[in-house]
């Protein structure tokens, strides 16, 4: 007796579904735009697909024919027609179409009890796979359904490109803005999805990263759609018949609870969701008041709810203080060369917008739309050594652009042909459009980042230089314990004690020093100078520790910026790559713009000769300090002057004065 054959291997998770048969599915065509995937060759039962609701141009009909059913597809199948109508359903005539014609629906008035019956050669057969989610009234694309039947090279994914990406009728900007920047990394996007191409099934199994379980988690989803009549109610194909835009809204519907679930939230959910980023690999760099920025990270408790936001230290140095508009275009430049996604948005002003018809947003006189996330696809700075400084933005709508100087029709492009040819412009309603570095500080209010497998390494890269120099730096401090200054000349900063020991002692003529709480690694109680220091005498609590700086001739290594070359590619590399194993080697959109112009922040600037001076006397004065400060329940007061003179109060009230340098 023969033995049975053992079953064939399964394929590897990661392994994208191959198909059944060569018959089913025939050779891919590979071309200028990638590969494009023909439809399928139909079964003969399954050819005849019935749009309901639809109908043919008179100019392409015949008048009524009195005929069987029968007889009008042998005439339609023998090449004499394209198809026929029926009506009412009657089934004693119909009216015959001739080829060529124009197809019309709701919108040009035809009564939903017309049928127009078409004959398809090729397309997907019937479906035979469900997820039984519930999302209202649906069809499937390319199965004679009536959606998207006569798309021509309907394909899952063709050239992936933040174009591809077009907002249906819901507030799911937020996502929208996420897919179309991830859609700078093709193969990103891409690997998150099992199938490749259209499946016979209707399965697309996709995985990602889950917001509050923090786990990569598959969602299987099948290929039925919402629509309204026979047009998607929500998300849009793409312009070369891509199906992967409304396959990927439709998986995060599923694993938020139902398309209604997407209706507002935040960009950095979707990142999340998309690329793994935890903690604080996530970004919210938010505007003030004062036109200055903060650094901010999420904490998500919940899919729906608006994540909450706490301080976080910037990525590259700083701490958490404030940064002007100045500062912050480095750091996106930064960003922007470590291919880092962004997203941009902008609060609607206090005296409102402009109604928009079909949208719950508003928009202003610039064409910015507000409460609206775009994508930030690039940051530019000298653009072919002009000294304009520019950033690209793209609307998820996939139309409505910024209407000021460098829109599309301004002619600051004709009074610049080489930014003109640098940045590749073209005149066209698609929804990305550049604006001056001035504009975007003064229209936007929120930029959101995801780092790169690249930034978190150079930021941990730095971190790791400032851990080395931290103890060359404590040397500059003496450490006072149970000590403080009085509360009007101190203010709380969210920073480390490494982060407060660099902004003190880079800035002695503001700052005298820092106290820190024992239990509270939050932050710390900057000191500005003409404070007086009190001790246990005066109530400081015995958590309390004061570092007071004593000499100031140390300044904290800055990072020197790495700058990727012009006309070099992005690739964005997820920061976490153990999660799902999947996001190596990305590649994809072309990096513009020219060199630089900026001095590297590692070559340190000249400091005028008082400031020497100045700086030599506080160390001269160090080993005079550290003496006076064995004595018991000292003081430390400080004038506002760059080097302040010190009055040293000791525990017998005697009174001893000493200026620096003198």
Known sequence: MPKPKPPAPKPANDTPAKPASASVWPSAKVGPGGVRFEMPALAAADRWMVMKGSAMGSEHTTDWQHMSLDEAKKLVEAGQYAGYMTIGGKTDGCILCKPGGSILGKANGVPPDYHLHLLRTHGLPPAKFSDKFNCGAALRPGRGEGLADTTPHLTLFHS?????????????????????????????????????????????????????????????????????????????????????????????????????????????????????????????????????????????????????????????????????????FELLEDFDDFSCIMAASASEPAGGGQAIAGHSETRGEDGIVYGHAYSLLNVEDDIAGTGIDLVQLRNPWGTGEMTGGWSDHSPLWDRHPKVRDAVGHVAEDDGTFWLSKEDFFRMFDTVEVCLSAEAVAERQKYRDQQATASAERAKSFVVLPQHGMDAAFTEWRFMSVDEAMELVEGHPHKFAGFITQKGNDQGVFVCTQGGQLMGPENG?????????????????????????????????????????????????????????????????????????????????????????????DLFYHASASHVPPLRVVVHDRRTYTYRPGR
């Not at 001076?613 to 160390?619: D, E, K, T």
Request: aromatic fraction near 8%; glycine fraction near 8%; include cysteine.
């Open 160 to 328: 992936v490109s933040p174009n591809d990406l077009s907002q249906g009728a819901m507030g799911n900007c937020w996502l929208i803005s996420s897919l179309a920047a991830v859609a700078e990394f093709p193969k990103l996007l891409t690997s998150l999805s099992k199938q490749q191409v259209l499946d016979p099934e209707g399965r697309y199994d996709l995985k990602l990263f889950h917001p509050l379980k923090e786990e990569w988690v598959p969602v299987t989803i099948d290929d039925r759609f919402p629509v309204n009549g026979a047009e998607l109610k929500y998300g849009r194909l793409s312009k070369d018949g891509e199906l992967w835009p409304i396959v990927f809204e439709k998986a995060f519907a599923k694993m938020f609870g139902g398309y209604e679930q997407l209706d507002g939230n935040s960009p950095l959910i979707a990142l999340k969701a998309l690329t793994g980023a935890v903690s604080d690999q996530l970004l919210n760099i938010s505007k003030e008041a004062d036109g200055s920025w903060k650094c901010l990270t999420p904490n998500f408790k919940s899919l729906t709810a608006n994540a909450g936001l706490r301080p976080t230290p910037w990525p590259f140095g700083g701490g958490t203080a404030k940064k002007h508009p100045e500062e912050l």
């Open 540 to 632: 400081v609590p015995a958590e309390w520790t004061m570092y007071m700086l004593t000499n100031a001739e140390e300044r904290p290594a800055k990072r020197a910026r790495s700058k990727r070359p012009p006309g070099a590619k992005k690739s964005f590399r997820p920061p976490n790559q153990s999660f799902g194993g999947v996001l190596s080697g990305l590649a994809s959109a072309r990096k513009i713009g020219s060199g630089r112009k900026k001095v590297l922040p590692g070559i340190p600037s000249p400091r005028s000769t008082r400031q020497q001076q100045q700086q030599q006397a506080s160390m001269r004065d160090t080993n005079w300090l550290q003496s006076v400060r064995q004595g018991n």
